[in-house]
């Protein structure tokens, strides 16, 4: 069964149709208020002298860190799915959620230069990439990790 969602902005101030959401922050509070294009415009032009005379703050409210951490975000969606349905092809192991290791965003990005590397599941030529990119990770898996010591007690 399919299912429609539909969303309609109400303009906070006249109970109106609103165009957008507007986030603003004053004395260390956030806001934010759905208004219509008209209401947004008088709130800016309100506003327009005090800000012009201000400076920025260096720690912004919890929607702009919100806003810089998804703007951290390393690849887009699409990449992502591209890699990780060539890594699939090619023999590696790569989980459906979560970051994509080092390795195989490696072998992906080497895979041009290999002689006959292909991205196509079915040619023989990329089994040697997909092996050898294999090799490096059950390598890497293979070493111990290190221990710390433990300090000496009085008991001893």
Same mark, same amino acid.
């Given at each position: 069964?399919?299912?429609? $969602? ?13 165009? @957008? ?33 201000a ?22 969606r699409e990449? $992502? ?11 590696? @192991? ?8 080092? $390795? ?17 599941? $079915? ?24 221990r ?9």
């Amino acid at each position: 069964m399919a299912q429609i $969602t539909h969303v309609k902005l109400v303009d906070d101030l006249d109970g109106g149709e609103a165009a @957008e959401s507007v986030a603003f922050s004053l004395d260390g509070k956030s806001y934010e208020i759905d208004l219509s294009d008209k209401h947004a415009a008088a709130l800016r032009d309100a506003v327009a002298p005090f800000t012009s005379s201000a400076r920025r703050a260096g720690n912004g409210s919890k929607v702009a860190s919100r806003q810089r951490m998804a703007m951290r975000v390393g690849r887009p969606r699409e990449d $992502t799915a591209a890699i990780r349905q060539w890594a699939n092809a090619n023999g590696l @192991e790569v989980s459906a959620r979560g970051r994509i290791s080092s $390795t195989v965003l490696e072998a992906y990005e080497n895979r041009g230069n290999a002689p006959a590397a292909s991205a196509v599941a $079915t040619s023989t030529a990329a089994a040697p990439v997909a092996e050898s990119a294999v090799e490096g990770v059950v390598e890497a898996e293979a070493k111990p990790k290190r221990r710390t010591r433990k300090k000496a007690t009085a008991e001893g």
